[in-house]
């Protein structure tokens, strides 16, 4: 009689990834993680509860290569720059479970981590309160934010090359579009981060 086969928690995350990366996030399921693993559904109740624990296992995947160390960099704004930077590398070839990142914020150990860094530098900078508070969540919310639009297309996509086509009704917008079609993600990313740093005062 064959041994049961025995899976490991990074081969479950893996097998949970790939369905999320090839089909997106509403397919994932027990049974459609179980068919990527070729095994039954029932099986795979045997390491993981339910789809939010497969959810968590992805999110700690993605996030388990990343190191949360506070950089050795002159300025508090660079700092938190190069740990946004980390955290976007990583997930940037796994558009589609960036809303992980927030529906699991409370439970997920890489999620804490790059929480503890970024206000561990807040404080450092001298953001206490109330006003750590919203500077945090005006970081997470712009890093959440860049993320989606980022996986959603770039800016040299179709999508920028039909509003560029749109100057009579939408002069601005046509306007705009022209020139986003030179912008770089890393750019984009990095440059709009820089001004949200700018504005950032404690």
């Not at 949970?16 to 099986?43: H, I, K, W």
Request: hydrophobic residues 45%; neutral net charge; charged residues 20%.
């Amino acid at each position: 009689m064959p041994r049961k086969r025995s899976l490991t928690t990074d081969q479950l995350a893996a097998a949970a990834l790939a369905v999320v990366d090839r089909d997106g996030l509403a397919v994932l399921t027990m049974r459609t993680v179980a068919q990527e693993l070729n095994m039954g559904t029932m099986s795979l109740y045997r390491y993981v509860t339910d789809r939010e624990q497969l959810e968590r296992l992805v999110v700690e995947l993605v996030l388990g290569g990343v190191d949360f160390t506070v950089p050795e960099l002159p300025t508090w704004q660079e700092r938190i720059a190069e740990l946004c930077e980390r955290i976007r590398l990583a997930v940037q070839a796994h558009p589609a479970m960036v809303p992980l990142l927030l529906v699991h914020r409370h439970a997920s150990p890489g999620v804490r981590r790059s929480g503890e860094a970024m206000l561990s530098v807040l404080a450092g900078a001298g953001f206490a309160g109330e006003r750590r508070v919203i500077a945090f969540r005006a970081l997470v919310s712009y890093l959440i934010g860049a993320l989606q639009a980022e996986g959603l297309g770039p800016l040299s996509g179709a999508g920028t090359d039909v509003l560029a086509t749109l100057g009579e009704q939408y002069p601005y917008l046509a306007e705009t579009a022209v020139s986003a079609r030179g912008v770089t993600p890393q750019r984009e990313f990095g440059e709009g981060l820089a001004l949200l740093l700018r504005g950032l005062t404690p």
